[in-house]
């Protein structure tokens, strides 16, 4: 039972242009989301998180917007870098555990 | 920043045999660390939540006599995939939990591959 859901497992985006990373939730108890940057053999490095009281969250060129009525997040990066290409991994924390959706490796094209 | 170290990197074993992971935050005390399993292309599955002091808690389907976890001090945990078969090989990641407010100070360690023939 996935209950973190990231729906598409490669997204290819112009340098310069904004990468949409999307991520369904099916748990109402999660109460925070967080955003993983993961290359191949490494850990994941944390990006962004946003509370479930909020809507937006933002830091540099990382935007984190949350749907809750439609269990919905997204992480929004503008301008694309070619330094950005990895797989990008939604969490949700419930008791304390963070659970992980299935990554989208993003490749950011010169 | 938080720092954890993982070792080994990289383990290849015959089947069989026993295989410890190690896990430490470098800078800060870990109270609670995690242990995940990634197989290629997939999510990253949480196998179970170790405290220190105290016995591993382990999510439903994993086998707790097959991967025993052990958090002895604040700074370690291990690992140890006992008479390890072809399909424990994965990717093992660790995390440790630094407490600096709700929802943040999760740190990775940079995982170990283990392959065994």
């Known amino acids: 039972d996935q209950q973190v859901k990231q729906n598409s497992p490669s997204l290819s985006v112009q340098e310069g242009r904004i990468s949409i990373l999307n991520c369904d939730y099916t748990?109402?108890?999660?109460?925070?989301f967080l955003w993983y940057k993961k290359y191949p053999a490494e850990g994941p490095t944390f990006l962004i998180s946003?509370?479930?009281?909020?809507d937006k969250n933002e830091d540099g060129r990382f935007t984190v917007f949350l749907n809750k009525s439609a269990k919905h997040l997204s992480l929004h990066i503008v301008p694309s870098q070619p330094g950005d290409s990895a797989v990008y991994f939604c969490a949700a924390l419930i008791r304390g555990k963070l659970i992980f959706g299935q990554g989208t490796e993003l490749s950011v094209k010169p | 920043g938080a720092v954890v170290s993982q070792h080994p990197s990289r383990v290849i074993c015959k089947s069989g045999t026993s295989v410890k992971i190690e896990c430490r935050s470098l800078d800060f005390q870990a109270t609670t660390m995690f242990w995940y399993r990634q197989f290629p292309k997939q999510s990253l599955m949480l196998m179970a939540t170790s405290n220190e002091g105290s016995k591993a808690t382990y999510e439903q389907g994993v086998e707790k006599d097959k991967f025993l976890i052990n958090h002895a001090s604040l700074t370690l945990s291990t690992l140890t995939v006992t008479s390890a078969h072809p399909e424990d090989s994965s990717f093992y990641i660790c995390?440790?939990?630094?407490?600096?407010?709700?929802?943040?100070?999760?740190?990775f360690g940079s995982g170990t591959r283990l392959t065994v023939v």
């Open positions: 995390s440790a939990r630094e407490y600096i407010g709700y929802g943040s100070g999760y740190t």
């Open positions: 748990n109402s108890m999660f109460d925070y």
């Open positions: 946003i509370s479930s009281i909020k």
